[in-house]
């Protein structure tokens, strides 16, 4: 399914970048399915690449004014993974700045309320199933968001270690891609990214590679024209594509679930 939805995701940017009228959008493409972290979850049976796919389609229908599509797509990203919400944050950000300046609301703008209304029908559902609304704030693997920069705390749970420079790149890439796409036409990719941004720093967990992911297609649009430089696709191709490969053998070798008796998943 993961690999499948990969595909899609993979076809659905590249027309993104054609439709926004961005050159060479096969190498960008290619440059967006190699970031080592993303290389690894889109291999396995992760939800990543249908988050992205949701997300990244939502937002196109969006700016189409297509709020049904927008909706329905946005809804199925929160359904998916629950920061999908931020869409809708986003979304609610860009109408109320057009009626501050038209003084006029468009009536299918409503549809977007399909959004938070997915999320409410899942806790609805784990209401019914397990006579918890809010069980999924009781599982004990809920990821904290107590402050910024909480994943510079190797005490926690899920951080563990004290060898984290490697966020302060995530966190910077991200916060330029914010500050890059500030005097941009792409203003639903600004309030999405800006959003998410902010939530990502508050994250205290290791693995901010990995919940950073969906602004990795908006940083590849961003940067566009450094992606497709020639000494960038030089490095890329000599270093990047074969130190991610490595990387990533190495990890799904190491990276595995301690279950003995997989007969109760089966």
């Known amino acids: 399914v993961n690999i499948a939805f990969t595909i899609l995701l993979a076809w659905f940017f590249y027309f993104l970048l054609c439709k926004y009228k961005i050159n060479n959008p096969l190498i960008l493409t290619t440059v967006f399915l190699f970031l080592p972290r993303f290389l690894v979850v889109r291999s396995v049976g992760a939800p990543e690449s249908i988050f992205i796919l949701f997300i990244l389609m939502s937002i196109y229908f969006f700016d189409k004014q297509k709020y049904l ?8 990203s929160v359904m998916t993974k629950t920061p999908g919400i931020i869409l809708f944050g986003a979304y609610s950000i860009i109408l109320l700045i057009n009626y501050l300046k038209t003084k006029k609301f468009n009536i299918n703008s409503l549809w977007l309320l399909l959004i938070p209304f997915s999320l409410f029908s899942v806790f609805l559902f784990y209401f019914f199933k397990y006579g918890d609304f809010f069980v999924y704030f009781h599982t004990g693997g809920v990821v904290p968001m107590p402050y910024p920069f909480s994943a510079f ?19 910077t890439l991200y916060g330029l891609t914010v500050v890059y796409l500030y005097k941009t036409k792409f203003r639903t990719l600004f309030y999405f990214a800006i959003l998410f941004f902010i939530s990502i720093l508050f994250i205290q967990h290791r693995d901010i590679a990995r919940y950073s992911l969906p602004l990795w297609p908006i940083a590849v649009i961003a940067f566009n024209k450094f992606f497709t430089s020639k000494a960038f696709l030089i490095v890329f191709f000599t270093i990047v594509v074969p130190a991610s490969l490595f990387y990533s053998w190495n990890f799904l070798i190491y990276n595995i679930m301690p279950i003995a008796d997989w007969a109760p998943f089966l």
């Open 69 to 76: 599509l927008s909706g329905i797509l946005g809804g199925l």
């Open 153 to 171: 705390n190797f005490e926690k749970v899920w951080v563990g270690t004290a060898w984290l420079d490697d966020l302060i790149f995530y966190f």
